[in-house]
C-alpha cells in the first residue's frame, strides 16, 4: 500500500515558516512525492510535487531527503489563509494517488 | 471559470434511493478521477478514468456503484439503493495525462446525505 506518516495537526505563528513533516519509508524509485492542501469546504488543491530534487514554487518549497524516505513541505510565511489539512501523497505519473488523513495546520495571529 | 465542476453541490436522499452525480473536468484533460471523503479522513480512492476507459476501481466501489465517462469527457457516478454509510463528500478531480507530473485538479464536491 502506498502509505504515508504525518502529524496530526501543528501550529504555527502568522508570519512564521512552517516545516510539515512526512514520512514514505517504503517509497519506490519511481513514485513521486506529492502535497495537496484541502481548505475547509473545498475539494483539495495542488501545492508541489518532486522526485529527488528539492522543489520551489510560488506557494512552497518540497526538501526531499536523500534516502527518500522523508520530505518536508515549507511555507515560508503562514499566513491565516494558510490554515488547511496537508496532505503527503505519493503516486507514479501514471498511477492513482493515495490520500492519508493528513496534517491539520492552525495558524495563529 | 475553466476548472472542474460537480453537479449537483448537495443531495439528500432517502435510504434505498439511486443517486447520481455529474463531473465535468477541465476540457484538456484526459483523466478524471472520483474520490469519497468522510469527516475528519482525506480523500478515498473509488475509480479513475483515462479518456473513457475505467483503468482501476478500488474494493470500496462495491456493485451498487458505477462510473462512466461515456464520450471521454464528463462522467456520472451512481449510486444505487443508497445506504446510510454512503453519506460523505464525492469528490472528482482531473489531470493530464503522463509526463514527469501528475497535478489533480479537484471539483468542489457533492455532498450526499443518506437519511
Known amino acids: 500500500d502506498a502509505k504515508t506518516t504525518q502529524p496530526n495537526s501543528m501550529e504555527s505563528n502568522e508570519e512564521e515558516p512552517v516545516h510539515l513533516p512526512c514520512n514514505h519509508s517504503?517509497?519506490?524509485?519511481?513514485?513521486?512525492i506529492h502535497w495537496y492542501r484541502q481548505l475547509p469546504s473545498q475539494g483539495p488543491e495542488y501545492v508541489i510535487h518532486?522526485?529527488?530534487s528539492n522543489v520551489n514554487n510560488r506557494m512552497a518549497s518540497l526538501a526531499i531527503a536523500e534516502d527518500r524516505k522523508s520530505s518536508t513541505l515549507i511555507l515560508h510565511r503562514a499566513t491565516l489563509r494558510d490554515a488547511a489539512v496537508y496532505y503527503c501523497?505519493?503516486?507514479?505519473?501514471?498511477?492513482?494517488?493515495?490520500f492519508g488523513p493528513g496534517t491539520s495546520l492552525s495558524v495563529i495571529p | 471559470d475553466t476548472g472542474v465542476s460537480q453537479n449537483p453541490r448537495h443531495k439528500i436522499t432517502k435510504r434505498g434511493q439511486n443517486v447520481t452525480f455529474r463531473c465535468d473536468p477541465i476540457s484538456e484533460h484526459n483523466r478524471l478521477y472520483w474520490y469519497r471523503q468522510t469527516l475528519g479522513q482525506g480523500p478515498e480512492f473509488l475509480t479513475y478514468f483515462q479518456n473513457e476507459a475505467q483503468l482501476e476501481k478500488s474494493r470500496l466501489l462495491s456493485d451498487r456503484f458505477s462510473a462512466e465517462r461515456p464520450k471521454g469527457s464528463f462522467s456520472t457516478l451512481e449510486i444505487q439503493r443508497t445506504e446510510q454509510g454512503d453519506s460523505a463528500m464525492y469528490l472528482c478531480?482531473?489531470?493530464?495525462?503522463?509526463?514527469?507530473?501528475?497535478?489533480?485538479?479537484f471539483g468542489p464536491g457533492t455532498r450526499l446525505t443518506v437519511t
Open positions: 478531480a482531473s489531470s493530464l495525462n503522463g509526463g514527469d507530473r501528475d497535478e489533480q485538479y
Open positions: 501523497t505519493r503516486g507514479t505519473s501514471y498511477d492513482k494517488v493515495i
Open positions: 518532486g522526485l529527488t
Open positions: 517504503t517509497i519506490s524509485g519511481t513514485d513521486y
